[in-house]
């Protein structure tokens, strides 16, 4: 079992910069595909990023590709997700998750989710 935990959200100006990470608990985590997805307020949750279990393939959405990295450190059992050039849509509720296998892109593959951490864009 994983006991995830995010941390890094904040209120940040368009434009700006905030590093979202994820915290594992438990030995297993390099055996877990990692995923970020995020929810605004009246909006599905939609995924973000996610990234293979050693590290060297990631997927973004489209809406975030060439301004969000996703990485992992599996050392340190923690998962990242960087975020620059802020747009206020990206205002939402951010969740990472962990998955065995499966389409990474949706949010049914993972096992497991972390309680969420709040990003709010301001223009």
């Known amino acids: 079992q994983v006991h995830l935990v995010e941390s890094g959200g904040g209120l940040v100006q368009a434009g700006g910069s905030l590093r979202l990470s994820c915290a594992a608990s438990?030995?297993?985590?390099?055996?877990?595909?990692m995923g970020w997805f995020r929810q605004a307020p009246g909006k599905e949750r939609e995924f973000v990023a996610a990234?293979?279990?050693?590290?060297?393939?990631?997927y973004y959405a489209d809406s975030v590709k060439g301004r969000f990295t996703i990485s992992r450190d599996n050392a340190k059992e923690t998962a990242y997700l960087q975020m620059n050039t802020l747009k206020g849509e990206d205002t939402a509720v951010y969740y990472c998750?962990?998955?065995?296998?499966?389409?990474?892109?949706?949010?049914?593959?993972?096992?497991?989710w972390g309680q969420g951490t709040q990003v709010t864009v301001s223009s």
């Open positions: 998750a962990a998955a065995v296998s499966g389409n990474l892109y949706v949010g049914t593959t993972y096992d497991y």
């Open positions: 438990g030995r297993t985590f390099k055996r877990y595909y």
């Open positions: 990234i293979s279990l050693s590290g060297g393939t990631t």
